[in-house]
Structure formats: structure tokens, C-alpha cells
């Protein structure tokens, strides 16, 4: 079961959280040189060394993050009328979205004004937050067979907002949800497949739903898919699958699927080798505060590989990535002998990134 763990801790606090997507961190390797062990093991060896110059390589750990699940608004329906109602909402002019989504609703009895009302409540748009109308209102529109309806309802009941917390009921609407095609409800799902708790533990249906998740586009889907590839954790073990599914996350902008494919491209494992690419990943991951990608960049930076040395910028993203828990030994020996000049350098840009998080 040990290869079990890494997924399963993909799940340990499930669905209601609103922060960052599934992720694998890398830990730092005991080589100086990049190797092209494959980064998906846990201990990459090295193959050469350089004094006082830590390893550029990114290679995971086993703590990655919980994937989450957000709550969108309802995709814009097809009926003309309809449209007016979700125009307004994304025009902002929410007051008018309830106005005409109440008629709409009332008069048509038309199940996606119902959703809209339902997620106006739930958010305070326009109105006061009401999680009890919310999830009245979303209980109309899933009885008359929206999606959406029944994917915000089973958010509420995962959540414990505007009545109980019922798991099995979220369940049931999730799958519901997902038949008619909602890849969110797709996702979360599989959360549940894989958590055991609320439904059978099945790393296979998991992956099913998954895959149908990631076909429709969604990034942490694609995501956690590669790392069930990467780990061969319900369909067969199959790195490139894993290294197309990270680059797909990564074009929309997940920022731990970033992360990964920049290890891939690093490395040269299921993808040609691509070291300035992955280094401009890496830089983009790091100014969205990834401390995993700070701390790779700051690899990278002060040995060169990739990128020119810089020291002074290897210094700052290696102190920033510190204060977020990532400290590095090998970067503080390789960086213990910078200038006081250039230290202060580092310290004052170290002080700008902090003061504007």
C-alpha cells in the first residue's frame, strides 16, 4: 500500500477548502549536477558533485497538498433569457441578475435562474448571504435537473452550510451531477473514491472520473490524473501520460502542475529535456509564491544550470522560500561566502517581496 500514500494524501481534508490544487513537492536532492533519474522517485543519486553548489534537480516528496474544489458560477444557458440573467451577473449588476433570475424563476420555473438564485444567496451578491435560501434554492434547481444545481448543493452539504453536513446526500448529488456531464462534479467525486469514507475506497472508478475531468479541461484534474500515472495508482504506470497531463494543468495556470513539468522538462523524464524552459516555469511559479519552485529556482540560480548565475537573486529566493518553511543547508553553504554588499542586496529585495504579499 505505500504507493497508496502519496495519492491519498491528495484527500486529506477534502472539497471545501478554497486554496491551491493538488501537489507533489519536490524535496531537495542530496546531488550537486541535475541527474536523469526520473523525478517522480523520491531519492534521486547524484552523478557528479561541485563543491558548495547545491543541485539544481527538483525531485518530490511526499507531502503534497489537497486537491480542492472551488465553487463557480453556473455556464451561461442556452435560452436567450436566460442569457440576460447571466449577463448581468457577469457585468457585475447583481441586483438586476435577482431580479430577472426570480422571474425567470417564478414565472418559467426554470431551474437555471434557480441555480443563479441560489448562488447569489450563497455569496452575497446583491443580497444579504443566506445559506438556508441557497440551498433551497439549489435544491429547486437539482430537482428539475440541473447540473449545476445539484453540484452547488452537494458544495453546501459537503460544507455543512444552510443545514447539516451530509456526505452521503453530496455524494449522491455529486453523482448525479457528473452523469450529466460536470466535470467539477467529476473531480470531487473521485475525491470521495479515493477518501473511502463516505463510499468505498476505488482507486479505479477514481481515475475514471478523473480522466473524465481532465478530458473536459478541468487543471486539477489533470493534476491529480498525472499524479495517479506518475505513480500508477489505479491505471497502469505511464510517465509521459503523466507529463502531458502536468503540461496541460500548467497552460491553465495551476501552479503545482507548473512545478512538476518544470522538474519533467529539468530532467528530461517523459519529455525532451528543456532546462531554460523549465527554469522560466519555475520563475513564474515563484513569483505566485510557491515555495517548492523558489527553492529550485534558487538552485538553479546560484549553479547556473539553465540560466546564468545569479547569487544575489538566488540569495532572495532562497530566504523567501526559508520563511515559508523550505529551508535548503546545501544553499546556505553555497551562499555563506556572497559580499555583505551583495547580502543586503538580497535582504532589501527579500523585504519588498515580503512587504507586498
Known sequence: MKTLRPILMLVSFLIVTANAAAQTSPAPPAAQTPSSTP???PKAKPVAKKPATPAATPAPSATPAAPTATVVPAPAPDDPNIDLVYGAYQRGLYKTTFDLATKRAQENGDPKAMTMLGELYANALGVKRDDAKA???YRRAADGGDREGMFELAMLRLAGRGGPADRE?????L????KLGNPKAAYNLAL?????QTLPQDLRRAAELLRLAADAGNPEAQYALATFYKEGTGVPKDVEKAVRLLQAASLADNVDAEVEYAIALFNGTGTPKNEPAAVALLRKAARQNNPVAQNRLARVLASGQGT???RVEALKWHLIAKTAGKGDPALDEALANLSPEDRAKAENAVRKWLGAK
Open 192 to 196: 470521495l473514491y479515493l477518501d473511502g
Open 135 to 137: 440551498a433551497a434554492w
Open 169 to 173: 446526500e453530496a455524494a449522491k448529488l
Open 308 to 310: 546564468p548565475v545569479d
Open 39 to 41: 523525478a517522480s522517485k
Open 175 to 178: 453523482a448525479s451531477s457528473a
